[in-house]
């Protein structure tokens, strides 16, 4: 049974940090996202790992303050949030895919390319 489970949520103040963990059992995938969703607002690709060669794909308005991670010994996804912002207020969701995205239809921050989700995290910054 594949399932994806997130932990870590929670509040913080701004300029804080929190880290959002994601178990992964059933099977070991190539590619790891987060994703988030805001009331209101369309669902966002927040950061990706490719878990064959490490390379890791951010949105700008995360870049130097997230950081995606994957323990491949406990199949387990992490993204480390630090310098916290109001605008970071989402639901947070992990998802993976087996393969590689086909980057001429999709990139590794679209949701198009991932087939399994696990049940989101709510993290929330004042």
């Known amino acids: 049974h594949v399932q994806l489970v997130e932990s870590g949520g929670g509040s913080a103040q701004a300029g804080g940090s929190l880290r959002l963990s994601c178990a992964a059992s059933?099977?070991?995938?190539?590619?790891y996202s987060w994703f988030r969703q805001a009331p209101g607002k369309p669902r966002e690709g927040v950061a990706a790992?490719?878990?064959?060669?490490?390379?890791?794909y951010y949105l700008n308005s995360v870049e130097g303050r997230f950081t995606i991670t994957h323990d491949k010994a406990k199949n387990t996804l992490y993204l480390q949030m630090n310098s916290l912002k109001a605008e970071d207020t989402a639901m947070y969701y992990c998802?993976?895919?087996?393969?590689?995205?086909?980057?001429?239809?999709?990139?590794?921050?679209?949701?198009?390319?991932?087939?399994?989700w696990g049940q989101g995290t709510q993290v929330t910054v004042s």
């Open positions: 790992i490719d878990v064959g060669d490490g390379s890791t």
């Open positions: 998802a993976a895919a087996v393969g590689l995205p086909d980057l001429r239809r999709v990139g590794y921050l679209s949701a198009d390319h991932y087939d399994t």
């Open positions: 059933g099977y070991i995938y190539r590619t």
